[in-house]
């Protein structure tokens, strides 16, 4: 069972250590795009800000986790579940955030369709949010 908490780590050529590895777990646990404000909270009284801080900009240089921004302008963060790495993330795909539950989920099988942009333009990354009801919310 550790290992495979662990795996994004290695795979990734990261040291384990508590943050990172308590980080990490809560990322697998919630299974949707969390902010700095949601993780900082769930360890205030174990981790400082600093180390919250490096351990999320770490894991988003290395592809651990990917930006996801969301209607409000606040900045999330979700696993990646591609082969990312510290060269380049590969994330073409949608966000859904639940108008009801507030919780941002990346769509990792609906692919954001081509866009062809103007002569002079260089995409460096698309992002795409749909809002509506969750399968949770909408039970």
Partial sequence: MKDELTAPLK????????????????????GY????????????DV???VTVYRTLKTFLDRG???????DTG??????CQQECTDAGHHHEHVHFKCIKCGQTTCLEHVHIPPVKLPSGYKPRELNLLIQGICRKCGL
């Avoid at 651990?64 to 969301?70: A, C, Y």
Wanted: glycine share 0%; aromatic share 10%.
């Fill in 64 to 70: 651990v986790i990917h930006k996801v921004l969301d």
């Fill in 74 to 79: 606040t900045l999330k963060y979700a696993l």
């Fill in 47 to 49: 981790y400082d800000r």
């Fill in 33 to 44: 795009a969390l902010s700095y404000s949601d993780i900082e909270q769930q360890f205030a």
């Fill in 11 to 30: 795979s990734h050529n990261l040291r384990t250590t508590s943050s990172r590895q308590a980080i990490l777990d809560l990322f697998q646990r919630k």
